[in-house]
Structure formats: structure tokens, C-alpha cells
């Protein structure tokens, strides 16, 4: 029962992040692309009240997300993570009443089926985390906390740079939240707050990655990489990085795999895109 509730749990947090997006990238859109990222950038959006009510949406739902991570692994919540996508596309039907095909029926029908099995495959807790993922998951912190500035400084703000980076980032959040509700779990709370100020770190470079991707790339090619990093790198490393071992890992494997080509699929999407970023044009 508790995998399902949270499943549930992170299909609503996935929901709320595509409201998140969905509202900021609307403000985004609309800053020059001198903008891209910079803090300033950020600074700029702030002032917005539409760009604050996607900030809201996204507060919302990280409670959500680590609720849904104290109650199944890391290994179940971020491929659930998709779910996300076809309540984008439901939105995009019933409110820009964009037309769906096999393409978004097939899209729609790997993820459910993936996280089914995924379900059904993945290790129902995570185990704890080995020190040397610590490690690698403070490296992680510290790779997306840093990685927009490194790529302004390398004058790669394209849009396929930086989903890669807000991707990465947003995988590393949820690697990041488990280990929170780790160190709550065994009442470690300044260890728990260590993590969360790291978190919020790579949360800040992640949404700026994000913001310039929506800025200079249509959300059609940008959301695909997005999600399909930050359902699929967390789940795929957990075996590397804690003590969980999946009971049945060709099948596990094989529906990560199948996960990620749904969110390609659904992602690339007209209806899904304009749902999420209603001011790109696919």
C-alpha cells in the first residue's frame, strides 16, 4: 500500500512541477536572452507575481516528493516522476484543446506501464546510503550548485547544455531529499539540515538552468531531456550509491528504459509543450 500512495504522492508532485514550469516559463519568455544564466536573471523573475505563484506550485510539491521518498525508494519516486507528463498532456487537451495522437497515446502508455512494472521490480525502501554515496551525492551537490556558471563561462547557454544541467540538477534534488528524510529518520537533524542547505542550493542553479532552456530552446526538446534525466540517473545509480539491490533487475532495467522513451516520446509532444510552456512555440 505504501507504494502505491507514493506513487500517487509523486505523480501529484510531479503535477505541481509542470504547474511550476508551466507558469514561470510564461515570465521567462519574456526576459532578453542577455539574461541567460545569470543571477540576475532569477532577480528579474522575482518581481513577477505569475512567476511567483509556479515558485509557490514548486514549494508545494518538494514536501510531496519527500513524503513520497520516506514512504518507497528513491528507485519508485523518480520514475513515478512521469506521471507528471500526462497530466501535462491532459491539460494540454482539455484547455488548449491540442489534438492527441498515437505518439501521445504511446508516450502515455510506456510510462504507466514502466512505472508498473517498476513498481512492481524496484526494492520497496531504500536501504540506506553507502558513505562513499554520500560522497558522491555531495560531489553531485556541488556539480549543480556550480555547472550554469561554469557553462556561461564557457559560453554554452544553448538550450541542450543547459536541460542537461537542469536535469542532473533536479536528479541530484532527489537524491539529496532522500538522504534528508535520512537524517530525520535517525534524528540527525543537523546532518539533516547540512543536506537541505545543499539542496537548496542546487534547486536555485537548477531552476536558473531551467529558465534558460525554456529561454532559448522550444519546450519540446527541452522537457524531454529534463525529465527523462531527473526520472531515470537517481533510480539508476541507487544500486551504486546505497545498500538496495533490486530483486529483479533485467526487469527493472528494462522498464527504466522504457520509462525514459516514454518521456521522450510524450515530452516531444505539441500538446504536452504548450501545456508546460505555453509561450514556446514547438
Avoid at 532578453?32 to 528579474?44: G, V, Y
Avoid at 510506456?110 to 512492481?120: D, F
Avoid at 526494492?123 to 557553462?151: C, E, N
Avoid at 559560453?155 to 547544455?161: E, I, K, T, Y
Amino acid at each position: 500500500m505504501n507504494i502505491v500512495i507514493a506513487i500517487l504522492l509523486a505523480g501529484a508532485t510531479s503535477s505541481l512541477y509542470a504547474v511550476s514550469t508551466s507558469l514561470q516559463a510564461l515570465e521567462a519568455r519574456r526576459e532578453p536572452a542577455s539574461e541567460a544564466l545569470r543571477a540576475s536573471l532569477l532577480k528579474r523573475l522575482v518581481r513577477r507575481p505569475l512567476w511567483l505563484a509556479g515558485a509557490a506550485a514548486g514549494v508545494v510539491a518538494w514536501p510531496l516528493q519527500a513524503v513520497a521518498l520516506a514512504l518507497a525508494s528513491v528507485a519508485i519516486v523518480q520514475p513515478a516522476l512521469g506521471l507528471g507528463l500526462i497530466v501535462l498532456l491532459v491539460l494540454g487537451v482539455r484547455l488548449l484543446h491540442e489534438r492527441v495522437g498515437v505518439r501521445e497515446i504511446g508516450g502515455a502508455v510506456l510510462i504507466a506501464g514502466a512505472i508498473a512494472v517498476i513498481g512492481w521490480a524496484a526494492p520497496a525502501h531504500t536501504a540506506g546510503f553507502t558513505r562513499g554515496g554520500k560522497v558522491t551525492v555531495v560531489v553531485a551537490l556541488g556539480i549543480a550548485a556550480s555547472a550554469p556558471y561554469m557553462l556561461r563561462a564557457l559560453g554554452r547557454a544553448g538550450g541542450l547544455g543547459t536541460s542537461i544541467c537542469a536535469g542532473f540538477g533536479w536528479a541530484t534534488v532527489g537524491l539529496a531529499t532522500a538522504l534528508i528524510d535520512e537524517g530525520i529518520a535517525h534524528r540527525h537533524w543537523v546532518v539533516a539540515v547540512a543536506w537541505g542547505v545543499g539542496l537548496a542550493a542546487a534547486s536555485w542553479s537548477s531552476l536558473l538552468a531551467e529558465m534558460t532552456a525554456l529561454q532559448t530552446w522550444p519546450a519540446t526538446r527541452s522537457i524531454p531531456v529534463v525529465f527523462g534525466i531527473e526520472m531515470v540517473l537517481p533510480a539508476a545509480l541507487l544500486p551504486l550509491l546505497t545498500h538496495t539491490r533490486p530483486g529483479h533487475v533485467v526487469s527493472f532495467g528494462a522498464a527504466l528504459a522504457v520509462a525514459c522513451a516514454g518521456a521522450a516520446v510524450l515530452g516531444s509532444s505539441r500538446a504536452v509543450a504548450r501545456a508546460a510552456a505555453p509561450l514556446t512555440e514547438p
